[in-house]
């Protein structure tokens, strides 16, 4: 008994393993994404509690220290003279900008070719519109700075796109999942290589030692909070010192005892 198989029964089965590996994908990207703002949003606040509670410490101990080492070298008196020489000494102001680029032919002739590749007017829903408005926008920018590479790489990305494949048939569909799944993969690296330069930044490592801290029950920054408080007062007391060592009523209380016949 011969059984009635559909031609493109072989082809519509590819397609659906291919939207199944394409929402497995879509889902492992919100995932991704998902855990990306997380950490960004924790690294965002933890900064903030840390210039709170710790940099500003910090600030003042500089500060600090900076005024105790002028006043060591008895340079308090001379702050104003000092700054006129260091003002007559600076180096010049900022460098002059360099002269805009001119846009070549090459540039031009790419720009077009992207331009009517990408404008949002081809697009037929309001997904492909906003994918083709962000990448008329990198286009314009690229060509205002003459920037023929750029261009370029707007116009490849755009051709290796799903959105540039053209028909309704079971092989165009088939081509603009394989497309979208290539795609997909790249962003997942890309948020992956992100997510390592958060974690692997002298804020995350900061916060992963704090975290660790806190998991053993210890608060990391109180502690550094208690270290600075307490250099803090260590150096407000050796610069009165300092001031009052140098003061004039100081100086001559001296060189009154001094005078003093014994």
Known sequence: MT?????????????????ARLAELDA??????????RVTSELAAFR????QEVGLLHEELDELERAIDEATRGQISDTATNADTEAAESPPGP?????????SDAARRLFRDVAKAVHPDL????????????LMIEANRAYALGDEERLRWILQAWESSPEAVQGTD?????????????????QLGAHAEHLAALQDSSLGKLKAMVDEAAARGRDLVRDMVG?????????RNRLD????????????????SRRTPA
């Open 241 to 256: 010192a300092i001031r009052w060592r140098s003061s004039p009523t100081t100086r001559a209380r001296r060189g009154a």
């Open 227 to 235: 270290r600075l408080k307490r250099d803090i007062l260590v150096a």
């Open 95 to 103: 460098m002059p900008e360099p002269p805009p680029r001119y846009t």
């Open 170 to 186: 079971l092989e165009a569909a088939r081509l603009r999942l394989v497309r979208r799944i290539a795609q997909i993969e790249e």
């Open 28 to 37: 492992a990207l919100r995932e991704r994404a998902a855990e990306v703002a």
């Open 48 to 51: 903030i509690r840390y210039r």
């Open 3 to 19: 059984s009635l198989v559909r031609s493109g029964q072989p082809q519509e089965q590819d397609i659906e393993g291919l939207r």
């Open 123 to 134: 697009a037929h829903d309001e997904l492909a519109r906003d994918r083709r408005h962000a």
